[in-house]
């Protein structure tokens, strides 16, 4: 099986119709047959271990070679490098996503409109998805198996430091998929050339979704620009707001967990409302305590007049809706549950917001009210994660409303149709009256 | 209550604010009281009959000594006029709504992830959309049974031949919202100038969903202009497929019912595709059958072999993407059952596609392979509709995959939200490995 999948000779687009082509096939497999390929892959994960290795080495020495040292490189470096275990890890995953239950199997509805004309509502997948990602070596297993899972082909485009990697990862899949039936390997590809992104982003009848996982910047971009629906975020402005009634130690210690365990994830807090009845005694404790985990601290002008002896940064405008990606977080203190709640709703990115209190009903409230796709009570915003979500694997997080919502498993590569069995009926028998519909759910 | 709802002193971005804030409170009403309103405005809708007919009589004169007599305005005259029994009508469909289960109730998943941190899945109302429509009064009643049902907001703006009509019966909404809360009347707005649709269309974080319902050019500059996500279709390229196992004296019925019943609506049929082994029987009783009705016939070059006898146009390639939306049919003679899904794969608008035929495995390929919205089996186009589906009441109809598909009803006006209930988790605890998930569907 070649490691990649473009050959010289055929346009992208005659590509993807292969893809779309093969992907026809796949779906029409039964699910156990589905779950056959995705078994067969990660036994060849593991046993092509070293190979994955010495690609992923290759690709970290070029990297190293290229970039040089240096910190804004060796974060980098950490995220395209994998190991032994994390190969072990890739394959695991692989087995989790084959033992989810079968997505095509079950009929959402069924409906007699009248006698032999029966109305199925089925799901079907979305036909297509182009993933354009960065880094990461276990998004090709990842998003690999949840298009298999759901009959979905696959369009990848990797980043070039992880070339060597991806080849041998998708060379994987295809044999897997070949090993059932030759003409399904065609169902993942995978794209080198950069310059061929802007085309797969105009190719609206060969590709349903567009995945961008990449910074901030390249996603807005690829919102943009693309003629195709796109399943992401641009940004993660998340909030946490500290009731009157809330637990202090609970505030204080979520705060820094949702700051600081990882303060460049989507998911991590920027900005925090404290109710003005709890801010004099709550205010400097977290000052504090932000400040000990490294954090700069921007407040409003009661902020700062509650925080005299903190090194408190006056913030402006533009602060309520910038995410920093950094360990930096903004404050303001709030009259009400209702202001808060109207803060974020001009400034929240609809991406996750989480209200601390022992107040249920104030809970209940800011959790109904708030429009975004994860709300909590008393937890940290870090939360919001396909895998914490027990999802078993995460395509990515979206901060549309439409489709998919929040972080997206097999669910957002799926869509239904309606299939109509009838016997010959036309419709002009029912607009004359000589018919009538029953509508009876079955 | 005021028949209009827009006051010259706010700008239409606060409007919609208003409007999106009332609509936070009306999603947090039960379902009966939800119910409630409804029925309250079904009763006016029947009290002020004579009222709404009064300004329908108003609004028809109007358009009459505007655009004078003939074909084209008698059309738009019959769409726009109503009756006492449609009157009726409309306040038996929004009791029809007020009948459907609860949408907002149901959760839709709860996972426990650990000790005291539960995730669930809820649905919840997108938040406010725009419908954007012309002539028809009973769009008010249908979609604002919708929106109060699902406890979104709405901004509407109807074409300026119905204002009067509209203007009664968004008053009715307004005034049976004010019954239960003075407060709900901002959940339901009308805009009254066309130059405000496009600033509608820039309002993404006022407005969640925008909905036109127009001709195909109208839907189409929305499409492109729009910076909020559309509900509804473009074109509808629909196809027949009559196999090589079709029954002859069906499929004639099918195609004319599909084609002649109301030729104006998307899901008419444009293209019949037969199967090479039935044309030289089957295309010159179809032909004839077709021009009797008054059906313009364009063909390929092997149906106009076939009908030597029939004035049959030879069709061109841009015949296979054009929606006539009038009484012609382009007509194609096709090697195979795979051969017709390619056909459709390529030119049609994934809206509605019908296979006709007596051989089961041939249809469930078709069902199964061919990527549209509604997918038939011996049964005419024309089934495509959320009324003939028993949707309740419909939205309007959507080509996309993503988010609601095909004939749309409340469905299409939800989404959902995850909310975490915790007690001070934080995420540090799972990374660090001191606690680990239980993932517990419940």
Redesign the interface.
């Known amino acids: 099986m070649p490691a990649t999948t473009k050959t010289e000779t055929i346009t992208l687009q005659e590509q993807a119709q292969n893809t779309?082509r093969a992907a026809?096939a796949l779906?029409?497999l039964s699910g156990e047959q589905r779950n056959g390929i995705l078994l067969k892959a990660a036994n060849l994960i593991e046993a092509r271990c070293a190979e994955i290795l010495a690609a992923n080495q290759a690709d970290c020495e070029a990297f190293t070679a290229a970039v040089g040292n240096g910190t804004a490189s060796e974060v980098l470096l950490k995220r395209l490098k994998t190991s032994a275990a994390g190969v072990s890890e890739m394959a695991a995953r692989v087995r989790d996503v084959a033992r989810l239950d079968d997505p095509l199997e079950k009929v959402i509805a069924t409906?007699e409109?009248d006698d032999g004309?029966v109305?199925k509502k089925v799901p079907c997948p979305?036909?297509v998805m182009a993933v354009i990602f960065e880094s990461r070596p276990d998004v090709v297993p990842q998003v690999g198996s949840l298009a298999i899972k759901t009959g979905n082909g696959l369009v990848l485009k990797g980043g070039m430091e992880a070339r060597n990697t991806n080849r041998v990862l998708v060379g994987i899949w295809r044999e897997a998929l070949a090993a059932h039936d030759a003409r399904l390997a065609a169902c993942i590809c995978l794209l080198e050339d950069r310059a061929e992104v802007m085309q797969v982003l105009q190719m609206e009848r060969e590709i349903?979704?567009v995945v961008p996982r990449g910074s901030t910047d390249f996603v807005n971009f690829v919102f943009q620009h693309s003629r195709i629906?796109v399943l992401g975020h641009g940004s993660g402005i998340c909030h946490i707001y500290v009731d009157r009634a809330a637990?202090r130690n609970?505030a204080k210690?979520?705060v820094?967990?949702?700051k600081v365990?990882?303060p460049a994830a989507c998911n991590s807090v920027e900005k925090v409302l404290v109710h003005q009845d709890v801010a004099a005694r709550f205010l400097p404790e977290m000052g504090r305590a932000l400040q000990s985990a490294g954090v700069e601290v921007r407040g409003c002008e009661r902020t700062l007049e509650l925080c005299p002896g903190l090194n408190v940064i006056p913030a402006g405008e533009e602060d309520w809706s910038t995410e920093y990606s950094d360990l930096k977080i903004t404050v303001k203190v709030v009259a009400s549950l209702q202001a808060a709640i109207e803060h974020i709703?001009r400034y929240g990115s609809r991406h996750t917001e989480s209200i601390l209190t022992e107040d249920p009903a104030a809970?209940e409230t800011f959790?109904?009210?708030v429009?975004?796709?994860?709300?909590?009570?008393?937890?940290?915003t870090?939360?919001?994660d396909g895998f914490?979500?027990?999802l078993g694997a995460e395509i990515g997080i979206s901060n549309?409303?439409?489709?998919a919502?929040?972080?997206v498993g097999m669910e957002g590569l799926l869509?239904?149709?309606?299939?109509?069995?009838?016997?010959?009926?036309?419709?002009?028998s029912?607009?004359e009256g000589k018919k009538t519909?029953k509508?009876k759910?079955i």
Chains 1, 2 share one sequence.
């Open positions: 779309r026809r779906a029409r409906t409109l004309l109305l979305l036909g349903d979704l629906p637990d609970m210690e979520v820094i967990d949702a365990q990882y709703d809970a959790l109904d009210e429009d975004a796709a994860s709300v909590f009570h008393n937890a940290s870090r939360f919001a914490r979500y027990g549309s409303k439409l489709h919502r929040g972080p869509t239904y149709k309606y299939k109509l069995h009838g016997s010959g009926q036309i419709v002009s029912y607009a519909f509508h759910r």
